[in-house]
C-alpha cells in the first residue's frame, strides 16, 4: 500500500512539474512560473523589437521612410532667413521638492531598474509585462495583509495586458506576514512580497551589471520555486569571495 500512495505522489509531483516553465537559470537553481504566458515574455527575445526602435538612427529604411543619410544631409543644409523669435517667456518660479515619501523611494529603484513607471504604481517592462506595486510602509497583521491582498488581485483582475502583482514592504517581518496573505488566498502564482532592503539589493546587481533588465523582471514576477531572498542570498554569496587575501 506504501508503494501504491508513493507512485501516486510521485504522479501527482511530474503532473505538477508539467505545468511550471523554466524562466531562468541562476547558479544552477531553475526559476520556474506557472502563468505560460508570463513565462513567454520573459524568454521572447526583444532585442529585434528594440533595433526597430531605433532603425531611424542607424540607417535602416522602410517603405515611405528617408534613409538617415538624407535625414542628415537635410539637416546640415543651411537654414532659410526667418524672422527674429519673440523673447521668451519669463521663467517660472521652480516648484517645491516632493515629499520623500517611501513609496517615492519605490518609484525611483523601479525608474533605476528600467521600467516605465506610472501613477498607481504600475511598472510597465519593455518586456511587456506590467507590475503592480503596492508599498507598506508600516506594520500590518495578518487579517489587514489579507485585505490588501485582496483589493491588489482586483485591480490586477481589470487589467488586460499580461500582469504580475508585488507588494514592497519596510522589514522582514512584514514579508513574511505578506506571504502567509498570500499563499492563504491562493495567490503565490500571481503575486509576490519583496523587502524594501532586497529591492534595494536587486538595484545594486543591476547597477553593477551584473544582471540585465530581463533578469530584474524575471527576480520581480512570480516564482513557483524560491522566494526572491533566498535567490539573492544565493547571488551575494556567489559574488563574495570565500577568502579575503
Request: with cysteine; net charge negative.
Amino acid at each position: 500500500m506504501r508503494v501504491l500512495a508513493d507512485e501516486k505522489k510521485a504522479a501527482a509531483d511530474a503532473a505538477k512539474d508539467k505545468d511550471k516553465f523554466k524562466v531562468l537559470e541562476v547558479f544552477g537553481i531553475e526559476l520556474h512560473v506557472s502563468d505560460p504566458n508570463l513565462a513567454k515574455l520573459l524568454t521572447t527575445d526583444a532585442s529585434k523589437a528594440m533595433t526597430e526602435d531605433i532603425r531611424v538612427l542607424t540607417g535602416g529604411v522602410e517603405d515611405g521612410e528617408e534613409p538617415a543619410d538624407q535625414v542628415r544631409e537635410q539637416v546640415a543644409k543651411p537654414a532659410q532667413a526667418v524672422a527674429a523669435p519673440p523673447p521668451p517667456p519669463p521663467v517660472a518660479a521652480p516648484a517645491p521638492p516632493k515629499e520623500d515619501t517611501f513609496g517615492s523611494r519605490i518609484d525611483t529603484i523601479g525608474r533605476k531598474l528600467g521600467f516605465e513607471v506610472r501613477a498607481g504604481g504600475v511598472w510597465k517592462s519593455l518586456t511587456g509585462i506590467i507590475i503592480l506595486v503596492r508599498c507598506i510602509d508600516r506594520y500590518v497583521d495578518l487579517q489587514q495583509a489579507g485585505k490588501y491582498v485582496a483589493q491588489l488581485a482586483e485591480q490586477q483582475g481589470r487589467l488586460s495586458q499580461q500582469s504580475a502583482a508585488l507588494f514592497v514592504v519596510e522589514d522582514k517581518v512584514t514579508v513574511d506576514i505578506f506571504k502567509a496573505a498570500i499563499r492563504k488566498s491562493q495567490l503565490y502564482n500571481e503575486m509576490r512580497v519583496i523587502s524594501y532592503e532586497n529591492l534595494q539589493e536587486i538595484l545594486s546587481f543591476r547597477e553593477s551589471e551584473r544582471i540585465g533588465h530581463r533578469q530584474v523582471v524575471t527576480l520581480l514576477v512570480p516564482l513557483d520555486n524560491i522566494d526572491v531572498g533566498e535567490l539573492l542570498n544565493v547571488m551575494r554569496a556567489a559574488a563574495t569571495p570565500l577568502f579575503n587575501g
